[in-house]
């Protein structure tokens, strides 16, 4: 299977770098008005990169 996201830790946030349009739509879909955006890539803070793994694992996204 194809990754759809990843997800690094750059000492103080994480971050996801979708790897396709639909993981993209499913982050704007499920974030929206909560985030922060650098770029294509979704800034996190530690204490909901839980959940919002856990959620897009769920909903059948592939972490690399």
Do not use: K
Request: with cysteine; net charge negative; aromatic share 10%.
């Amino acid at each position: 299977m194809r990754p759809d996201f990843s997800v690094s830790f750059d000492g103080s946030l994480y971050l996801v770098q979708p790897l396709n349009a639909a993981t993209q739509d499913w982050l704007v879909e499920h974030t929206a008005g909560e985030t922060s955006w650098l770029g294509s890539t979704l800034c996190v803070e530690h204490h909901y990169i839980e959940n919002l793994v856990n959620g897009m694992v769920e909903d059948g996204l592939v972490l690399a």
